[in-house]
Nanobody, 121 residues
Framework: HVQLVESGGGSALAGGSLRLSCTAS????????MGWFRQVAGKEREDVAA???????RYNWLLEGRMTISHGSAKNTVYLQMNRLKVEDSGMYYC????????????????WGQGTQVTVS
């Protein structure tokens, strides 16, 4: 079983920045993917970014350039740095985990955090 704990959501002004963090624990192994999805108003749940343990990243191309995913000092912690925030970035952000490869589809991830709310005004 894998547990995901997110933090870092909150409020920001448009043009500002927020950093989300997520730590995975449990039976995570040594080769896995952690990432972020979001649910924003009027849209299907969408991928934001993901990173595999060896460092390979993938991004939603619509968000790349404003979002940066990285590992912490330990590979089981990932950060999502969100810059130049827009009002339409407001929503619930979910940390995800899966074994091995990173995929863009939400259905590929069985393990989800509870979500952290981001509000941009």
């Amino acid at each position: 079983h894998v547990q995901l704990v997110e933090s870092g959501g909150g409020s920001a002004l448009a043009g500002g920045s927020l950093r989300l963090s997520c730590t995975a624990s449990g039976s995570i192994g040594s080769d896995y993917c952690m990432g972020w999805f979001r649910q924003v108003a009027g849209k299907e749940r969408e991928d934001v970014a993901a990173i595999r343990t060896h460092g390979m990243t993938r991004y939603n191309w619509l968000l790349e350039g404003r979002m940066t995913i990285s590992h912490g000092s330990a590979k089981n912690t990932v950060y999502l740095q969100m810059n130049r925030l827009k009002v339409e970035d407001s929503g619930m952000y979910y940390c995800v985990w899966r074994d091995s490869l990173c995929y863009p589809g939400a259905d590929e991830y069985r393990h989800w955090g509870q979500g952290t709310q981001v509000t941009v005004s």
